[in-house]
């Protein structure tokens, strides 16, 4: 297979692109307010952690339109390649942006702690997606440098069974797997009493429920074609989705509405999503909302622990901190764009050209 062949990306959907880039804005206005406010009935976008989930529906969904038509073609070295050249390194620059936080954080001096050996480790854990949770100051993520790191860990597990096996599998085995998916989810609900999980040492094994679900409900919108023509349009599909973030916080009920929006809800959302007609003048918006929601989902969290020691030291009032978490959040964007086009994108283009050149004998 050409070079061409490999690099050929399919046409996107963009209004899934534009939600990706919303729902990425809702987990970073989240972390900061589950800093804010610990008590997440009192917080206003509680629920904001259930992006990961619609954000493995889309993976899911995504990775079937654009590769299984292909897979056999493309093969499982170029996959790997590809989704590496792809995920890879911004997981390496959030991991660098976690290590001089954490090496120059004025509200904390944690190197004093840990010393040269945990924090070299700290940071090769990080880089390299191996799950690390020694921090008890910051929760034991599995990831202590780059905390939103712990789904791209699943991310990957997840492109790794769909080349080795779920590419492989007909519609009604995937059903099948699926509702097994179901299952354990429900249980991690129930057992967990939210679907917060996933992220931390404590909580591990909740992670792989919530993309085993997700991702396989993705692919099979896409396979069974399950795709609702509406009017909606990107407005009308982002208020849906913001409305998943933005229901009240329940102890007592949370095991119950939380499956209920990632099993049925946000699946429906990505189906609308990829029907919906796109009005004109907002491609740019869904396309440069597209663009920066990874790049935003994985440069943010650096800074987020950074004002976690801040509000923990300086503890400042609430009316001060209801100016300064806007501003930090329409700051890591701008920081994100730049990164994007200086950093990111420049560095996938030089290993495209140079090792898919390589392979392909071009």
């Known amino acids: 297979m050409n070079k061409e062949e490999v690099l050929k990306t399919k046409e996107h959907f963009a209004i899934l692109d534009g939600l990706r880039g919303l729902a990425a804005v809702a987990v970073v206005i989240f972390h900061f307010m589950e800093i804010a406010i610990t008590d997440y009935s009192k917080n206003f976008i509680a629920h904001g952690y259930l992006a990961v989930d619609f954000f493995f529906c889309l993976s899911g969904f995504v990775i079937?339109?654009?590769?299984?038509?292909?897979?056999?073609?493309?093969?499982?070295?170029?996959?790997?390649?590809?989704?590496?050249?792809?995920?890879?390194?911004?997981?390496?620059?959030g991991s660098v942006l976690g290590l001089l936080t954490f090496l120059f954080d004025p509200y904390s001096d944690f190197y004093s702690t840990y010393g040269f050996g945990k924090t070299a480790l700290l940071f090769l854990t990080s880089a390299f997606l191996i799950p690390y949770p020694i921090m008890p100051e910051r929760f034991f993520n599995l990831f202590n440098l780059n905390a939103p790191a712990w789904s791209l860990f699943w991310e990957y597990i997840a492109n790794l069974f769909y080349v080795l096996v779920l590419c492989k599998l007909g519609r009604k085995t995937l059903q099948g797997i699926t509702l097994l998916a179901v299952i354990f989810i429900c249980y991690v609900a129930f057992k967990s009493t939210n679907l917060s999980g996933g992220w931390g040492g404590p909580n591990f094994w909740d992670g792989s429920a919530r993309v085993l679900y997700s991702f396989l409900a993705?692919?099979?919108?896409?396979?069974?074609?399950?795709?609702?023509?509406?009017?909606?349009?990107?407005?009308?599909?982002?208020?849906?989705?913001?409305?998943?973030?933005?229901?009240?916080?329940?102890?007592?009920?949370?095991?119950?509405?939380?499956?209920?929006i990632v099993l049925i809800y946000f699946p429906v959302l990505v189906a609308l999503g990829a029907g919906a007609t796109l009005k004109s003048g907002l491609e740019k918006i869904c396309k440069f909302s597209g663009e920066i929601s990874y790049p935003l989902y994985m440069t943010h969290y650096p800074f987020v622990w950074v004002f976690l020691t801040y509000v923990a030291v300086v503890k400042p009032e609430m009316s001060l901190l209801k100016i300064i978490i806007p501003i930090s959040v329409c700051l890591l964007i701008a920081f994100a764009y730049l990164v994007m086009v200086f950093v990111d994108i420049p560095l996938r283009k030089y290993l495209k050209d140079r090792f898919i050149a390589k392979s392909t004998g071009f």
């Open 64 to 93: 079937a339109y654009a590769y299984d038509s292909r897979i056999e073609k493309v093969g499982f070295l170029q996959f790997i390649k590809l989704r590496l050249i792809r995920l890879h390194p911004l997981v390496i620059i």
């Open 218 to 260: 993705g692919m099979l919108i896409y396979r069974s074609n399950w795709i609702i023509k509406n009017r909606l349009g990107f407005i009308g599909v982002s208020v849906l989705l913001l409305l998943a973030f933005l229901i009240p916080f329940n102890d007592k009920y949370n095991w119950l509405t939380e499956p209920l």
